[in-house]
């Protein structure tokens, strides 16, 4: 694997994440492509806001992998938050046949 290293003032980093979500309970709710397409959409505008770049993400019908980089400046728990907070609730909003299943 090649290290994109990334330059600030007074470091050099390289800071890649492999983050993983399972559903409650395992569900299996990532049966739908306009529900995977959508948590993708919404991944990245989170990662916008936290100045994160999401370079690659997947689900399985019961969990999701998030593969991303940051500075070391990020708040990690914010972001992380974010990420299951959001995503869960714009998708509920969104697709109301998830909550029958959650």
Do not use: W
């Not at 993983?20 to 990245?44: H, M, P, Q």
């Amino acid at each position: 694997m090649r290290y994109d290293l990334q330059k600030q003032s007074h470091a050099i980093f390289a800071l890649t994440y492999h983050y993983i979500c399972v559903v409650k309970y395992r569900r299996k709710i990532f049966d739908n492509n306009s529900i995977i397409n959508r948590l993708k959409e919404i991944n990245y505008d989170i990662g916008e806001k936290f100045n994160v770049t999401v370079i690659n993400q997947e689900t399985d019908l019961d969990h999701r992998h998030l593969l991303f980089s940051s500075t070391p400046q990020l708040e990690f728990i914010k972001f992380i938050n974010s990420l299951k907070g959001v995503s869960s609730r714009l998708l509920r909003k969104e697709f109301p046949e998830i909550k029958h299943k959650l």
